[in-house]
């Protein structure tokens, strides 16, 4: 039975369409964060693109962005980019202004939703997914590089349950998760650069977390996202070694510690480039100081003896490590094993991968 709300809330929209809406045409834009592309757009999905700030074509862009944002778009080489040669320029975050740095923010996502010649309010029509797709894309284009990328707000026009003003737009920005949002670059973080020969990938990667309906999976992606928003480092690794458990602890009730690492270590060990031993170190000192934090043994991690022991210079390169070895992971399981192997035979594949000693 349809509640009160939703009853109220499609009334107004039905009514707002017969009165108004003869046609959708709903726009939302977020701009890139600390991203550089080699192609002025990529159509990701029929709705979704990344596209160029001044290659945008639908003439509200001007509305969302603003005439000076265009214009100094135009005057962007990707390609001779150099790092901390920046021009900024004041963006809307929230309520506030904030200042972006336009060689590193020249790109955004495009969402448009399209429908001419309505008689009734398409039943396809859903005013958030254009926020579910953004964030689908910016889990994407972290598993696929491990350089740090996040969006600035969305912005939409054009929104049918939204009232227009008489002579102009009006631009709605949405509450959204944290852990895509922000203004603010890591320190020392590389710049994102999506080549032309990243696409395909791209897309391949998009389609699987798009798709997964894997609760561990998601709960994973979930703590890799969300530890991006973290302001303090020992909360980050709290998030990443849960990401952990969530993927390889399937079916384990004991020797946590022990079958995490060695899981793990056996999985991603068979990448060329990763060495095993080092993999199971790190996943068993993030476990342990994962363990004296949350039971207040230590407050911070450089005061651990294991993290001490280790070879990291400082607790961010140790977070740094641990993020893109759970990055690799999730890509490895979505592109690479899929979700089917991932719930009927990966688990008892790694352990026998162990028991062997391969």
């Not at 939302?28 to 029929?46: G, H, M, R, W």
């Not at 894309?137 to 939204?162: H, M, W, Y």
Request: hydrophobic residues 40%; contains cysteine.
């Amino acid at each position: 039975m349809q509640s009160a709300k939703t009853h109220v809330r499609q009334r107004i929209i039905d009514h707002k369409f017969s009165q108004k809406v003869k046609m959708i045409n709903f726009l939302s834009l977020s701009i890139l964060n600390n991203f550089i592309c080699y192609a002025d757009k990529i159509i990701l999905t029929p709705k979704l693109s990344i596209i160029r700030l001044d290659k945008i074509s639908d003439p509200r862009a001007v509305a969302i962005l603003g005439d000076e944002a265009i214009e100094l778009a135009k005057d962007v080489d990707p390609r001779a980019y150099k790092s901390g040669s920046h021009k900024l320029i004041p963006v809307r975050f929230g309520v506030d202004f904030v200042h972006r740095a336009i060689e590193i923010s020249n790109f955004a996502l495009q969402w448009q939703y399209v429908d001419e010649g309505l008689e009734n309010f398409p039943n396809d029509f859903e005013r958030t997914a254009n926020l579910v797709w953004f964030s689908s894309a910016i889990t994407s284009l972290r598993l696929l590089k491990k350089e740090f990328i996040a969006r600035f707000p969305t912005q939409s026009v054009g929104d049918p349950n939204t009232s227009t003003v008489q002579g102009g737009l009006v631009i709605s920005s949405p509450i959204e998760e944290e852990d895509f949002i922000t203004s603010k670059v890591p320190h020392l973080a590389s710049v994102y650069v999506l080549t032309t020969s990243d696409i395909e990938n791209l897309k391949k990667v998009l389609n699987a977390v798009n798709s997964s309906r894997n609760t561990n999976i998601l709960i994973a992606i979930s703590r890799l996202n969300r530890q991006y928003s973290r302001d303090k480092i020992e909360d980050r690794l709290i998030d990443l070694v849960i990401g952990f458990e969530s993927l390889y602890l399937v079916g384990i009730n004991d020797e946590l510690k022990f079958r995490l690492a060695l899981r793990v270590s056996a999985h991603l060990g068979k990448i060329e480039s990763l060495d095993r031993q080092k993999i199971y170190e790190i996943i068993s000192s993030a476990y342990i100081i994962r363990s004296k934090l949350v039971h207040g043994v230590i407050n911070d991690i450089k005061n651990s003896k294991e993290f001490k022991k280790g070879s990291w210079v400082k607790p961010s390169y140790f977070l740094d490590e641990l993020t893109d070895l759970l990055r690799t992971a999730i890509f490895e399981i979505l592109v690479n094993i899929g979700k089917q192997e991932f719930k009927s035979q990966f688990h008892k594949n790694l352990d026998n991968l162990i028991i062997q000693g391969i």
